[in-house]
């Protein structure tokens, strides 16, 4: 089955600062790969995502980046605020989404 | 349009007593996807259900059972609790009939203590 691993487990940034969380994933057939938020207390949304027919993708300060040779995918926050505080989650379904395999989250604190 | 309700919002329940947890889906969502959430573990996929039918499951013992009705809203149960089981417990709906991949919508979750 999937096996996805995540780092790193906690990262803090100065405001202002970049943030790089990076997953990695078993199985080449997946061609989905979803970045999902969870504030505190709150559901996990999802944030972005990628499929694989592209290298990269970009939603104002939040990108993602997937090279399926090395089988591993990144998501990129730039000018980090505060409120980017949270436990963010990368997952890999199986081929057929019938089965999602969540990395075991980062937590990200932004310090103002 | 309604999000992904799951009843209910917290639960106690003692060692051996058995329990269980409701998820009505977004309207219009088939999959539904049921999964465990510790502070060491992360997001551990329990089962997935789609038209009625469990089409995954991951490895969590027999304990762990569900099942999905004709309207798509779906039930987790779980038997013989043990204290390990305490946890939050999420489900997701999603439109995917699979093959393609969406965006899961999870819904708040049952927050599950077992004492």
């Known amino acids: 089955g999937e096996n996805v691993e995540q780092h790193p487990s906690t990262l803090s940034v100065q405001e202002g600062d970049s943030a790089v969380i990076k997953c990695t994933y078993s199985?080449?057939?997946?061609?989905?790969f979803p970045w999902y938020k969870q504030e505190l207390g709150k559901r996990p949304q999802l944030i972005i995502d990628?499929?694989?027919?592209?290298g990269e993708k970009k939603d104002q300060r939040i990108a993602v980046t997937l090279n399926k040779t090395a089988k591993h995918f990144s998501l990129h926050i730039t000018e980090t605020q505060p409120e980017d505080s949270a436990v963010y989650f990368c997952a890999a379904p199986s081929p057929g989404y019938q089965k999602v395999t969540f990395g075991t989250g980062t937590k990200l604190q932004v310090i103002p | 349009k309604a999000g992904v309700t799951q009843t209910p919002r917290y639960l106690i329940k003692t060692r051996g007593q058995q329990v269980t947890l409701s998820c009505s889906p977004i309207s219009g969502h088939r999959s539904v996807s049921w999964y465990q959430q510790t502070p060491g573990q992360g997001l551990q996929f329990l089962f997935e259900y789609f038209s009625e039918t469990q089409r995954n499951k991951g490895n969590f013992p027999g304990r762990f059972s569900g099942r999905q009705f004709s309207n798509s809203r779906s039930e987790m149960n779980v038997s013989t609790l043990e204290l390990g089981d305490s946890a939050l417990y999420l489900c997701a709906s999603s439109f995917s009939s699979g093959g393609e991949g969406t965006e899961a919508f999870f819904g708040q979750g049952t927050r599950l203590t077992v004492v």
């Open positions: 990628i499929r694989s027919n592209v």
């Open positions: 199985d080449s057939a997946s061609n989905y």
